[in-house]
């Protein structure tokens, strides 16, 4: 094969010659006039037939389209309810938490200055 191409290298113009002789069409180029028209599959005089999911979703459509918002509306509510329950969950935890070590605090207090007093007595 590279034997062939190299006499063609050698003449720039036998190049150019051989590349547009081995260019070849199926069929003579038409002119604009030749082409033939795309027929309509329907007369205009004949109605067109709707589809079938064109007719469902006319039928149909507004019923699903409520469905689907009435049930993006209360699956909204249901998680903001939820929400709101586990924030006043976790709220009522916390101050539980705070009240528990508040007593703490106040009961190692008294046996701090109680058991200090003690300890100063015992030493003297």
Do not use: C
């Not at 191409?5 to 180029?29: E, H, K, V």
């Not at 924030?87 to 200055?113: A, H, Q």
Request: no cysteine.
């Amino acid at each position: 094969m590279a034997a062939s191409i190299r006499p063609l290298l050698s003449n720039p113009r036998r190049i150019s010659m051989a590349m547009t002789s081995r260019r070849t069409y199926s069929t003579p180029p038409h002119s604009s006039s030749q082409h033939p028209q795309p027929q309509a599959s329907h007369s205009p005089t004949e109605p067109r037939q709707p589809s079938r999911a064109g007719t469902f979703y006319k039928s149909f459509g507004s019923p699903i389209l409520k469905t689907f918002l009435g049930a993006l509306f209360t699956y909204q509510v249901i998680y903001w309810s939820w929400l709101k329950l586990e924030s006043l969950e976790t709220k009522k935890n916390l101050e539980d938490e705070i009240r528990g070590l508040e007593t703490e605090l106040v009961v190692s207090i008294r046996e701090k200055k109680g058991g200090g007093e003690h300890e100063h007595k015992d030493k003297k």
